[in-house]
């Protein structure tokens, strides 16, 4: 073996931990489907190809930015809203943290998915709305 295939093997064996702290805020996020409802109205199979184009470019441009920005940005772009658990028209599924804030993502003029952030700053993706009857669309 060539001394640097072992070096390089040296190098991979060896787990490397940060002193620094992970903080979500300064990072973009990530995006799971994992907790995506399957229905006709809230589901992937309810948005049409305009919408799914639309979602795609929109999941790429926050995915641009870091939490800590799309924070300030204006709800109708690319930033969000927190939405009040009671105001919520949809069943959330069980397995959603009750401590969690509901947020919502605009992607295609008022349609939005609808999920919650991971203390990791994983943007997990409960529902759509592009037939606004999950909340009040303000």
């Known amino acids: 073996m060539t ?3 072992k070096k390089r093997m040296e190098v991979s064996n060896r787990l490397m931990i940060s002193n620094e702290k992970y903080n979500p805020d300064d ?16 589901g992937w ?17 926050l ?9 300030i940005l204006p ?12 105001s919520l028209k949809l069943q959330l599924p069980k397995n959603i943290p009750t401590e ?3 947020i919502s993502f605009r992607f295609k003029d ?3 998915m609808i999920g919650y952030r991971s ?4 943007f997990y993706i409960i529902a759509f709305d592009s037939k606004f009857k999950a909340y009040k669309h303000n």
């Open 119 to 122: 203390s990791f700053g994983t």
């Open 45 to 61: 199979q309810s948005l049409d190809n305009n919408h799914k184009l639309a979602f795609a470019n929109t999941l790429y441009n």
């Open 75 to 86: 709800r109708h772009g690319l930033g969000y809203e927190k939405i009040n658990r009671t």
């Open 110 to 112: 008022k349609a939005s």
């Open 27 to 42: 990072n973009p996020p990530r995006f799971s489907f994992k907790k995506l409802m399957d229905s006709d109205i809230f």
């Open 3 to 5: 001394n640097k295939i």
């Open 63 to 71: 995915s641009q930015r870091t939490w800590a920005e799309l924070r």
């Open 100 to 102: 969690s804030n509901i």
